[in-house]
């Protein structure tokens, strides 16, 4: 198959109310457009609260725009991953409102309930509330049942850091969840690809969905870094921490595929400007974030890819494929996320950016045989049980062995 270059798809006009207003006609025309940067894949999230109203009722008029997606990804010659169980999303996690716990508890992480900002509540247990865990069979083995069959379809996540929305009672239930929530799907969809999301923050704490277990169950690893929130990056553009977190993954859960499938840095909203300092909503505190300028970002996708494929990654989907439109920007999550704004190849206004052209450069040298998948230079070696009983200690730690060079 070798390396595959995607991005995730909102629509620029649409963001992410794109199934409550789904046009087949907007999504074939960018995704033809996403084709034509080079790319071969991109990630079709699949919002929670439009695909399952209720939790005993999934909304087939948002499934039957699933299905017309991928007939357009198709159409345009890419792959497709799915997202089901859609959590973290343009900085916010995304819940329908029947998903929520009472009594009220206040959340870690800035939250959209059915499309309004909501902080009053929290995410019910996704590992072993009996509602919730219902809820999710009916949507993991209905939508994967009947669309994993699909030509385009290249795999399907099972949540995104929903762990971090709400701990589980120990790693050990996260994995009973994930080892049990496989067998069902298997159960109607033998060889479907399954993956579980995390960031860099599935790194540095005790609890929640542990590397080796996602391995062990669904055979693949795949993770977000956006260097510019990374805990260890030297500059906001440092695509050295990218690398880095590749290898502990490694060497966490040695063996088995890894894709990077977030990774991206914002720019500044006026193109032209120099990139800048912005103050931004990350988790539920202000803080002063890095916005690029175009250039800037061109010359990190181009490293950023150029790294990867040389440490025989699977395959990277770099942010956004377009800027939102600046209609969109006085809504939930992006009036109080900023860096989700301006995370595409394409500006707002469908004008492509310098990176679009890093892209097309990276894709034509993976065709010409110039680039070829590597081997990693530089490893970790570690002992995970020691990893874990001080990961935010360890991280930094490792992070500097490993610009030294690594373990061999």
């Avoid at 087949?24 to 990630?43: D, Q, S």
């Avoid at 792959?79 to 009220?104: E, K, N, S, T």
């Avoid at 977000?224 to 060497?251: C, G, K, S």
């Avoid at 912005?278 to 505190?285: A, G, K, S």
Wanted: hydrophobic share 40%; charged share 30%; proline share 7%.
């Amino acid at each position: 198959m070798g390396f595959l270059i995607g991005v995730t798809y909102w629509p620029r006009r649409k963001g992410t109310n794109w199934w409550q207003d789904f046009d087949r006609g907007e999504v074939a025309e960018e995704l033809a457009h996403i084709a034509a940067l080079g790319c071969h894949a991109v990630r079709l999230p699949l919002l929670w609260s439009a695909a399952q109203p209720t939790a005993d009722r999934l909304e087939h008029r948002v499934l039957d725009c699933l299905g017309d997606a991928l007939d357009a990804a198709e159409e345009a010659g890419l792959r497709a991953l799915v997202d089901l169980q859609v959590g973290l999303a343009c900085g916010a996690f995304h819940f329908p409102d029947w998903a929520m716990d009472f009594p009220p508890a206040e959340p870690s992480v800035f939250q959209v309930v059915n499309g309004r900002a909501e902080a009053r509540y929290q995410l019910r247990d996704p590992f072993e509330d009996e509602k919730l865990v219902n809820a999710q069979r009916r949507l993991f083995r209905e939508v994967i049942g009947y669309y994993d069959e699909h030509p385009v379809v290249l795999g399907w996540s099972l949540g995104h850091e929903l762990d971090r929305a709400r701990p589980p009672r120990d790693p050990d239930a996260a994995a009973e969840w994930l080892d049990r929530r496989s067998i069902e799907i298997q159960e109607v969809a033998e060889e479907a690809r399954l993956l579980w999301y995390a960031d860099v923050s599935a790194l540095t704490r005790s609890t929640g969905m542990r590397p080796n277990a996602v391995a062990e169950v669904l055979g693949a690893l795949a993770m977000e870094v956006y260097p510019n929130l990374h805990p260890t990056a030297e500059h906001p553009l440092d695509e050295e921490v990218v690398r880095f977190t590749v290898a502990l993954m490694r060497a966490l859960a040695p063996d088995v595929p890894i894709w990077v499938v977030g990774c991206a840095v914002p720019t500044v909203p006026v193109p032209g400007d120099p990139g800048t300092m912005i103050w931004d909503l990350v988790d539920r505190e202000m803080r002063e974030v890095y916005f690029a300028s175009e250039t800037e970002q061109a010359e990190f996708v181009e490293r950023v890819l150029e790294g990867l494929i040389a440490d025989g990654v699977e395959g990277c989907w770099l942010g956004h494929y377009a800027d939102f439109d600046e209609a969109l920007w006085e809504d939930p999550p992006l009036d109080r996320c900023r860096r989700a704004r301006t995370l595409g190849l394409v500006r707002r206004d469908g004008r492509e950016k310098p990176a679009a052209e890093s892209v097309r450069r990276i894709s034509e040298r993976l065709l010409s045989g110039e680039l070829k998948p590597g081997q990693p230079e530089r490893r970790l070696e570690l002992d995970p049980e020691e990893y874990w009983r001080e990961p935010e200690r360890h991280l930094p730690r490792l992070c500097e062995e490993y610009r030294e060079g690594g373990h061999g």
